[in-house]
């Protein structure tokens, strides 16, 4: 054991027979707190779903600083970001042949539209890309469907990111996806594309699960299957927007930073509850609930309610590029953004980490390797949640908004949270306050405002 983990060992020693007392007592007030659920009511109520872009973007930009400020934060801001701005318009779809029928569907986001009059034609149901290659030009001038049920987020989302140009590349007309979600409530799951500049842009909307099951019927009783689409969708200018930050000063290094995150737009659909108003008033929470306990943390927290993280993560790369020359002050940036299941634990996303792909775990099959010091002062923080239970420390991602930070060489933390039943509502209409269990909202806050706390202490590094 080098000196540096000999003294943090030490360290560690000192503050265990310190905190579990006080650990104790921000558990306890969390579990009795309805600060951030009614938080989560007023926002989901008042403001309700948030595109980046939107009118109501701006009403929660108001909304976040509204409360930081009258929770005591100091130098409450926003700070600017340019967000893209993609509007949705009036979209349909409707089955012509071998019956009429009205399906449902969601664009998805950032998808070019139809021309005024539809796309009528003929659906091809693929099951995989290959399936897709090996069609080749068979599907020119048709509709594809890719029909691929749900396994998992990270498997099922490449089809809506990439489906579009790939189903460009062989001449289709436009793209339909299964959703990529485990809900079976006729409630299709939007989310954004990325087009490949090599291909055409064509329209690209999800379909419900049901609705992909019976097109997939139909077309193995060798029915022919004809849609007609209808997408007002378009891509207009940037716009000015920003995060939204609130701090609770360091009182021994107020320079160095803690980061409790979350991010403050939704989806145009539902009202952004799991995704990720949850997240942000957990964030609130965590840190109010410390201020409200006069609990002064060494070390500056740092509430930020991130911009346009669901259609280009401009709000994170925008943070990184005015804080580039203090990143090295950031001990450490968490992130919530998994909905509100109960937090399990927390994981450890390493400084410098390559770029990923949106829905790709870099840390699946053991990819890449902890500096064993790193990961052994991250796990040792476990102990300090002993009375919440939140103690499982492990390698993996933190966050969208924070990975530009991690990327360059920042500790990013995620929170661990049980997501069993996040895909039955994730960028659906589905997603609203009235799934919210507020019992798992009070301890969530609790975990995190112990783990701010612990972080708080400027003799406990991370790097």
Not at 378 to 401: I, N, R, W, Y
């Amino acid at each position: 054991m080098n000196v540096r983990s000999f003294a943090f060992l030490l360290i560690s020693a000192f503050l265990i027979a310190q905190t579990p007392e006080i650990s104790k007592s921000i558990y306890d007030k969390a579990l009795i707190s309805n600060e951030a659920y009614e938080m989560l009511d007023d926002l989901t109520l008042n403001v309700g779903h948030r595109l980046s872009g939107s009118e109501n973007f701006t009403k929660a930009m108001a909304w976040g600083v509204a409360q930081l400020k009258a929770k005591g934060f100091e130098n409450v801001r926003i700070e600017k970001v340019m967000s893209p701005r993609w509007v949705r318009g009036k979209e349909s779809i409707q089955l012509i042949s071998p019956r009429p029928i009205n399906l449902t569907m969601l664009g998805v986001g950032m998808s070019v539209g139809t021309p005024k009059e539809g796309i009528t034609a003929e659906v091809v149901i693929v099951d995989s890309f290959e399936h897709l290659d090996k069609l080749g030009e068979q599907v020119k001038n048709k509709i594809v469907l890719f029909d691929v049920p749900f396994v998992t987020y990270d498997k099922s989302v490449s089809y809506r990111s990439s489906g579009a140009s790939r189903a460009a590349q062989y001449g289709a007309m436009a793209c339909l996806v299964r959703s990529a979600g485990s809900s079976n409530s006729n409630t299709p799951h939007t989310g954004t594309l990325s087009y490949d500049p090599r291909w055409p842009k064509i329209p690209a909307a999800a379909l419900s699960l049901e609705h992909a099951a019976l097109l997939r019927r139909m077309s193995e009783a060798n029915q022919k299957v004809i849609v007609r689409l209808n997408m007002e969708a378009e891509q207009l200018s940037d716009v000015e927007e920003g995060n939204v930050i609130g701090e609770i000063m360091g009182s021994k290094n107020p320079k160095e930073i803690i980061v409790l995150s979350g991010h403050l737009d939704s989806w145009d659909v539902g009202q952004g509850a799991q995704d990720d108003g949850a997240g942000c008033v957990i964030a609130i929470g965590a840190a109010s609930l410390l201020k409200q306990m006069n609990i002064v943390p060494e070390r500056t927290i740092r509430v930020i309610l991130f911009a346009n993280e669901e259609n280009g993560v401009a709000g994170g790369r925008s943070y990184r590029d005015q804080n580039k020359l203090k990143l090295t002050k950031h001990i450490a940036l968490l992130e919530s953004d998994s909905g509100n299941g109960r937090i399990t634990g927390f994981t450890l996303d390493l400084p410098g980490r390559p770029a990923r792909q949106r829905g790709v775990n870099l840390y699946d099959n053991g990819n890449l390797k902890a500096d064993p010091g790193l990961l052994y002062r991250f796990q040792s923080l476990a102990k300090f949640q002993e009375v919440s239970g939140a103690k499982t420390f492990t390698l993996g991602m933190s966050g969208v908004d924070v990975s530009p930070m991690v990327e360059a060489g920042s500790v990013g933390i995620g929170a661990s949270h049980d997501m069993s039943k996040y895909f039955d509502v994730h960028h659906t209409e589905a997603d609203t306050f009235d799934k919210i269990i507020k019992g798992d909202l009070q301890h969530n806050v609790g975990s995190v405002a112990i783990l701010a706390y612990t972080l708080s202490f400027v003799s406990t590094r991370l790097q």
